[in-house]
């Protein structure tokens, strides 16, 4: 099943600080594991990652890194103690809004 876009766009960045939790990775490994992850529900674009890297980077979220390995040289991110915090509000924030969710859905006799 298709997932609405708008649904995804504001979780994007959670879901990044998430994986950046577990660990330094560079921008094509992020796509590959929110995709693994997620069973391809979520399929970020390069042109979509990059530039919510750079903006969460100039906000103090993230680090990067240059790494040589196999001969490349790829930048890696990392999550900083903000993006550390900011993980951890979003979550609470997400929490509660899917229950709400859920709870209204959940509604047994009113509207269908």
């Given at each position: 099943?298709?997932?609405?876009?708008?649904?995804?766009?504001?979780?994007?960045?959670?879901?990044?600080?998430?994986?950046l939790?577990?660990?330094?990775m560079y921008?094509?490994?992020?796509?590959?594991?929110?995709?693994?992850?997620?069973?391809?529900?979520?399929?970020?674009?390069?042109?979509?990652?990059?530039?919510?890297?750079?903006?969460?980077?100039?906000?103090?979220?993230?680090?990067?890194?240059?790494?040589?390995?196999?001969?490349k040289?790829?930048?890696?991110?990392?999550?900083?103690?903000?993006?550390?915090?900011?993980?951890?509000?979003?979550?609470?924030?997400?929490?509660?809004?899917?229950?709400?969710?859920?709870?209204?859905?959940?509604?047994?006799?009113?509207?269908?």
């Amino acid at each position: 099943m298709a997932i609405d876009r708008s649904l995804v766009s504001g979780s994007t960045s959670m879901l990044i600080l998430k994986l950046l939790e577990e660990k330094d990775m560079y921008g094509y490994e992020m796509i590959e594991a929110l995709r693994e992850k997620s069973n391809n529900v979520f399929e970020l674009k390069a042109g979509t990652l990059y530039p919510l890297l750079h903006g969460m980077e100039e906000k103090g979220y993230l680090g990067s890194y240059e790494q040589e390995e196999g001969g490349k040289i790829r930048k890696y991110y990392s999550i900083t103690k903000e993006g550390k915090k900011i993980l951890k509000q979003k979550k609470e924030e997400w929490m509660a809004y899917s229950k709400a969710v859920v709870d209204v859905l959940s509604v047994q006799g009113g509207m269908a």
